[in-house]
């Protein structure tokens, strides 16, 4: 991280891996805008940000569905930071997907927010890193992009299509200075979660909060968090269709 402190714009603040992010960004010092849906919960989240050392912390609400106000929001981010240093996209929904295959409707929702939504706000924001020519944006994606599943292809298609953007976009920003990092996490302990079973593969917002410092503060293009989940995608991805079609993945 460079001396000075770092301006950062969070979209999605209120979720457990972005506001681990944020605490662990506030201890160093960084001024922070904050959005979100829930306007409550952002400032009881921006209190707390407060105590533990960021300067200033702003909150804007943000409907990221809403996809006409995106380029004044972002112009508006800009204003108030002075220059993005770092953005951070973090909304999402988990889709169920038994409900998305009996209904179109309930799919293109949920494309629409995991994908349609986050595409328009990455291009808007990449054209003011553009004109600012530095700056990183991280996006939190999933594993659940790397291959189609049955249990969750519509969360996937939406994941894997984000993800698949950000290597277009890196190509596009790497020559003016810009990073695009994309966020793999794997099976993560939040309240978007809290119905499945967990085991050892899970981890805590925290420890994917702090993959993500560590790889912004290092620049990287891609992480897997936690680190083996890489290898596993490794193995999903090389199985041959007729062997994985017969797993229940």
Not at 127 to 147: E, F, H, L, P, Y
Not at 155 to 175: E, I, M, N, P, T
Request: glycine share 8%.
């Amino acid at each position: 991280m460079p001396e000075r402190t770092w301006n950062v714009l969070i979209i999605g603040a209120t979720s457990a891996i972005a506001e681990s992010l944020a605490r662990r960004l506030a201890a160093r010092g960084a001024t922070l805008l904050l959005t979100g849906r829930d306007s409550v919960r952002l400032e009881a989240i921006a209190d707390d940000l407060r105590v533990r050392g960021a300067p200033v912390v702003r909150t804007v609400s943000l409907d990221v569905a809403q996809l006409a106000v995106h380029q004044r929001f972002v112009d508006e981010a800009a204003r108030t930071l002075g220059r993005i240093d770092v953005a951070v996209v973090a909304h999402g929904t988990l889709p169920d997907q038994k409900a998305c295959e009996a209904s179109s409707a309930q799919t293109v929702a949920e494309m629409n927010t995991n994908f349609v939504g986050t595409v328009s706000l990455l291009t808007v924001l990449a054209n003011v890193m553009c004109s600012q020519q530095c700056g990183t944006i991280a996006v939190i994606t999933s594993v659940a992009g790397d291959r189609g599943r049955q249990s969750n292809y519509v969360y996937g298609a939406a994941k894997g299509g984000v993800s698949r953007f950000l290597q277009g976009l890196r190509h596009r920003l790497r020559s003016v200075g810009v990073r695009v990092i994309d966020v793999k996490p794997g099976f993560v302990d939040t309240p978007m979660t809290s119905a499945f079973p967990k085991g050892p593969l899970w981890a805590t917002p925290a420890n994917v909060a702090q993959d993500i410092e560590r790889a912004i503060d290092r620049g990287c293009d891609e992480i897997y968090t936690p680190w083996f989940w890489r290898w596993i995608m490794l193995v999903i991805r090389s199985l041959p269709n007729a062997l994985f079609h017969r797993t229940s993945l």
